[in-house]
C-alpha cells in the first residue's frame, strides 16, 4: 500500500475511501515527504517532513509564491530541519481539502498543501511566515494571483 491509498483510508467513510484527487506535483511532494519519513523509520510523513519536500520541490503553484516572497528558503529549510519531530501530516489534509474546496479546484495542488501549512499554526514554516508578516489571507491571495494573473483582489 502506498502512502496515497494509506490517506484515502484514513479519510475514508465507511467501506468506500474518500476519493481525494492530488495534481502530479502534489503526489511528488508527498512521495517526497514519504521517501523522508521511510528513512527516519516512519509509516507516514510528519507535517516538518512535508514542508521540507514542499520548500524542495522547485515546481508548482506553491514554489511560485514562496518565490514571490523573496526569504531565503534554505534559511526556512534548516530552520524547520531544526525543530523537533512533528506530528504526523494527516493533520493538514482535512484543511488542504477545505482550501481546494473554498477556491472551487477539481485537485489537491501543492498550493493547498502550503495554505494548509499556514492554517495549521502549529509549524516551523507558519511560524516563519507570520514572523515576516504573511498571514493565511496574503498567502491565499498570492495564490490566486499565481493561478490567475489578472486576478483583482477587489472585484
Known amino acids: 500500500m502506498n502512502l496515497l491509498e494509506l490517506v484515502r483510508q484514513l479519510f475514508g467513510v465507511g467501506p468506500e475511501p474518500i476519493s481525494i484527487r492530488y495534481t502530479p ?3 511528488k511532494v508527498i512521495e517526497m515527504a514519504a521517501e523522508a519519513a521511510k528513512r ?3 509509516r507516514t510523513p510528519t507535517v516538518n517532513e512535508l514542508a ?3 520548500l524542495e520541490f522547485n515546481s508548482g503553484v ?4 514562496l518565490k514571490r516572497f523573496e526569504f531565503d ?3 526556512l529549510k534548516q530552520e524547520v530541519l531544526a525543530q523537533p519531530v512533528s506530528q ?3 493533520v493538514l489534509l482535512p484543511v488542504a481539502q477545505e482550501e481546494q474546496r ?3 479546484h477539481e485537485y489537491l495542488g501543492t498550493e493547498h498543501l502550503l495554505l494548509a501549512l499556514i492554517r495549521h499554526g502549529d509549524n516551523p514554516i507558519c511560524v516563519f511566515l507570520r514572523q515576516q508578516g504573511i498571514t493565511p489571507e496574503i498567502l491565499r491571495e498570492e ?3 499565481e493561478l490567475d494573473p489578472n486576478f483583482d483582489p477587489e472585484s
Open 25 to 27: 506535483r502534489a503526489e
Open 40 to 42: 527516519q523509520n516512519r
Open 52 to 54: 521540507i519536500a514542499l
Open 62 to 65: 506553491a514554489a511560485n509564491v
Open 73 to 75: 528558503i534554505a534559511s
Open 88 to 90: 504526523s501530516f494527516v
Open 102 to 104: 473554498n477556491l472551487f
Open 143 to 145: 495564490v490566486l494571483k
